[in-house]
């Protein structure tokens, strides 16, 4: 199923009703953090995730989401359509390694503590 971006451009200092920030591009939520936005449910993810993993494709990428399992991370690889070569992960391992080790001194830290 093909998905096909519809968002129209906003002119800079463009406000919608309310006074309120406009929506950043391809989503539903407020580009600022100031309004208090529900999440997006799972099949607003299914379909932002399909329209970004299009996209990739038609510049010859490949697009993987995953949650990583240690951290609970969501983790997004961007990988070459025609030589399947890893280009970049978001974040990186060793991004989700640290992340990982800082949760455990902290752990421990709290244990120590009490």
Known sequence: ??????????????????????????????ASGKDSAKAP???????????????AKSMNRDLSFRVDESSGRTVVTVIDGETEEVIRQIPSEEVLRLAE????????LFDAQA
Do not use: H, N
């Open 41 to 55: 449910d799972l099949p607003e993810l299914e379909r932002l995730s399909q329209g970004l993993a299009d996209f």
């Open 1 to 30: 199923m093909a998905l096909q971006a519809q968002a129209k451009p906003i002119q800079p200092g463009t406000r919608t009703g309310g006074g309120q920030t406009p929506p950043v591009s391809g989503t539903s939520l407020p």
């Open 101 to 108: 080790a800082l949760e455990g001194a902290s752990a421990l």
